[in-house]
């Protein structure tokens, strides 16, 4: 019984290496969309202090964690930002990650989806993985583009709002929430998938992988390095201001009996709203 015991491990050992994955998550650090936020001259006033893991790229670092676990391998970590945002890699180094790296950027240097697309590109060409995974949006500007914008930039095959990933063969399955339902997606390997922050519910990083995050490596790689100067980041689209939404008109109360209620909704929706 003790030996089959040992060759049963040792299938298990060898099925799991056999499926090894090595993941790069692209994170981002942002404000807490909790803290207070106000419109100062056309400018948004947010706390500084206040920055954190955006939630959807935190959902992406736990599925690459859980995937790992099963199949073997190891998840990296690469981040844009300026040098404060090196405590958003620690927090995915405390989850689970085992390195990170930092291309630093000034504090609102104002590239767009384009740009961070350009820069995540220009990084990944020097490395080697078997998938890349981000959030499917931000939580600062929620455009949702730089995923699809980098995969067109690498000729890779892509996924978009995924809510849950496993291993298929040299395929992730991905299913994904789209418009009307969820669709089951086969992204061949390497692949990029952008995750829903509906996917799992990102681990809060233990006392011990606090202490363990200290001892591991973030690599800080410049633009420069990546042969990028800013010229070719220039954004394409430009933030002009930020204004507070409109109040809306208040409703319209009406009581009367069905009839009549009809003919004042109709014609309010001819002479006031000119829908009909």
Do not use: W
């Not at 942002?30 to 207070?36: E, L, R, Y």
């Not at 914008?149 to 789209?178: F, H, S, T």
């Amino acid at each position: 019984m003790i030996r089959f015991l040992g060759i049963f491990r040792l299938l298990k050992i060898a099925k799991k290496s056999a499926f090894r994955m090595n993941f790069i998550v692209c994170i981002k650090q942002v404000p807490d969309v909790s803290a207070p936020v106000s419109i100062r001259d056309g400018h948004l006033q947010t706390d500084s202090d206040r920055m954190v893991l955006n939630a959807y790229d935190a959902s992406a670092v736990e599925e690459a964690l859980v995937l790992t676990e099963k199949h073997g391998g190891r998840v990296d970590v690469v981040l844009i930002g300026p040098e404060k945002a090196k405590e958003t890699i620690r927090k995915a180094l405390a989850m689970g990650a085992e390195a990170g790296f930092h291309i630093p950027v000034e504090d609102g240097a104002g590239y767009d989806s384009a740009g961070y697309a350009a820069i995540l590109a220009a990084f990944l060409k020097t490395h080697s993985y078997d998938a890349i995974l981000t959030g499917k949006q931000s939580q600062d500007t929620d455009s949702g583009l730089a995923g699809g914008m980098l995969a067109d930039r690498l000729g890779l095959p892509y996924a978009a709002n995924a809510v849950g990933l496993e291993l298929e063969g040299n395929a992730l399955l991905v299913k994904r929430q789209g418009d009307t339902a969820q669709e089951m997606v086969l992204v061949p390997l390497p692949g990029v998938v952008t995750c829903s922050n509906d996917m799992n519910n990102p681990r809060i990083p233990s006392l011990k992988g606090i202490m363990a995050s200290k001892k591991k490596e973030v690599t800080t790689v410049s633009p420069a390095e990546l042969g990028l100067d800013a010229a070719a980041l220039k954004p394409a689209t430009v933030v002009t201001g930020y204004r507070n939404v409109p109040a809306r008109n208040p409703g319209k109360k009406f009581e009367a009996d069905a009839e009549e209620l009809a003919r004042t909704l109709v014609g309010l929706l001819q002479n006031e709203a000119k829908v009909i």
